[in-house]
């Protein structure tokens, strides 16, 4: 039983080092978001980090409209970030999951 338990210890920290890894390899990985007509691009990590934010010189005359498409086009690209963000995090933390009956449908 205590070798069990060391083993699992072992894989935990394993499984931390992985998922510290994949946030890191996350910074490198880039979701890009245009708005309607494509005025206004939005490129963000999948750590949801903002890197860049293009703007077409029509919006510039029209501040509510600019605002809209940041608010929509941001959202947009923030909600794709956190799918690809939760989706490898969830791999690389199932992955290091002890094999207990019933575990998968209580993670989903």
Known sequence: MFGDMMGMMGK?????EKVKATKQRLNSVFIE??????LLKVTIT????IKSIEVDDS??????K???YLVITLNK?????????????????????????????FLK
Request: glycine fraction near 4%; charged fraction near 35%; charge should be negative.
């Open 12 to 16: 935990l920290k394993e499984t931390q």
């Open 33 to 38: 978001e245009t708005s309607p007509e494509d």
């Open 46 to 49: 999948a750590n949801r980090d």
């Open 59 to 64: 919006l510039l005359s029209d501040k509510e």
């Open 66 to 68: 600019l605002e809209d």
């Open 77 to 105: 690209a923030i909600a794709k970030a956190t799918n690809v963000n939760e989706t490898e995090l969830a791999a690389v933390a199932k992955e290091g999951m002890p094999d207990i009956p019933g575990m998968d449908s």
